[in-house]
């Protein structure tokens, strides 16, 4: 059974960083993509960073320079650095992932079609 659980939120001031963690079961020793995605009160679900099970990566353009997305195989776990956080990343944090051979791009950008979720974490930048 696949199971995705999300870690590492919490509050902070504009400028600072926080580490999110997503640890899996049912894709260690798979071909899989993996991705974060957030989603704002009001506002519509959005693409964050994704990767995948060969190590390549990929940014939404409003995270780039600030997030890194890696994995640790060893620890089944998937993390994503963010740093010089900004209120506008205030969101709930979710992870997803699909089995088979998709790359990043496949994951940054069909979100829709992943069909394994966690449950999210909560990110509030303010000060």
């Known amino acids: 059974q696949v199971q995705l659980q999300e870690s590492g939120g919490g509050s902070v001031q504009p400028g600072g960083s926080l580490r999110l963690s997503c640890a899996h079961s049912?894709?260690?020793?798979?071909?899989?993509?993996m991705g974060w995605f957030r989603q704002a009160p009001g506002k519509e679900r959005e693409e964050v960073a994704a990767?995948?099970?060969?190590?390549?990566?990929a940014y939404a353009d409003s995270v780039k320079g600030r997030f890194t997305i890696s994995q640790d195989n060893a620890k089944n776990t998937v993390y994503l650095q963010m740093n010089r956080l900004k209120p506008e990343d205030t969101a709930m944090y979710y992870c997803?992932?699909?089995?088979?051979?998709?790359?990043?791009?496949?994951?940054?950008?069909?979100?829709?079609?992943?069909?394994?979720w966690g449950q999210g974490t909560q990110v509030t930048v303010s000060s």
């Open positions: 049912g894709y260690t020793g798979t071909d899989y993509c």
């Open positions: 997803a992932a699909v089995h088979g051979p998709y790359s990043y791009n496949y994951c940054l950008r069909s979100e829709d079609k992943l069909p394994d």
């Open positions: 990767i995948d099970s060969d190590g390549r990566l």
